[in-house]
């Protein structure tokens, strides 16, 4: 499914296919040595961001799909907490590369959400130079990656479960 979505940004089917298996496997490799900006391609990349979300979701959730309990699927509380770190972090991400790199507001976003993603899941995918960016949006990229995707799927980082652990203890 995904492999046809990425064709449809007029990725070849062989780079499609390697793109689609590597951001489910969090790997984060391409075919060319230029990665992501090989494709100059902001519609690939749109395309990706789910396919990396797809990789740092937990297997139990493919399983409650697969035998249709889309109401666990939905309460799930270490997808929605995945989701809105994201989310947030990319919000985040974007609001300071248009603030402290003065980029403009559509390439901030692009830059900042697609990174910010890769970063929650650990793919190494990027789409800009990291050395031309402001420190801020750097330092919240590297707190995402430190979180990483949640247990139970590809990503890596100390996995969102833990910390969602650690704050219901100080809570507690």
């Known amino acids: 499914f995904?492999?046809?979505?990425?064709?449809?940004?007029?990725?070849?089917?062989?780079?499609?296919?390697n793109l689609v298996m590597v951001a489910i496997a969090t790997g984060g490799f391409?075919?060319?040595?230029?990665?992501?900006?090989?494709?100059?391609?902001p519609?690939?990349?749109?395309?990706l961001i789910p396919?990396?979300?797809?990789?740092?979701?937990?297997?139990?959730?493919?399983?409650?799909?697969?035998?249709?309990?889309?109401?666990?699927?939905?309460?799930?509380?270490?997808v929605r907490t995945l989701l809105l770190v994201a989310a947030a972090g990319s919000l985040l991400v974007s609001i300071d590369l248009y603030t402290f790199s003065n980029?403009?507001?559509?390439e901030a976003f692009r830059q900042g959400t697609f990174t910010a993603i890769s970063?929650?899941?650990?793919?190494?995918?990027?789409n800009s130079n990291l050395h031309h960016w402001a420190v801020i949006p750097l330092a919240i990229v590297t707190m995402m990656m430190f979180i990483g995707g949640a247990m139970g799927s590809a990503a890596g980082g100390?996995?969102?479960?833990?910390?969602?652990?650690?704050?219901?203890?100080?809570?507690?």
């Open 51 to 78: 396919v990396m979300i797809v990789g740092a979701i937990p297997f139990k959730f493919f399983f409650l799909m697969y035998n249709g309990k889309v109401r666990e699927m939905i309460r799930d509380r270490t």
């Open 119 to 126: 970063g929650i899941c650990t793919c190494g995918f990027q």
């Open 103 to 106: 980029l403009p507001v559509s």
């Open 2 to 17: 995904f492999t046809g979505l990425v064709m449809l940004a007029g990725i070849p089917l062989w780079d499609a296919l």
């Open 30 to 41: 391409t075919l060319h040595s230029g990665g992501i900006p090989y494709y100059n391609n």
């Open 158 to 172: 100390v996995k969102i479960n833990r910390i969602i652990l650690a704050y219901e203890g100080v809570m507690w």
């Open 43 to 47: 519609l690939l990349e749109a395309l």
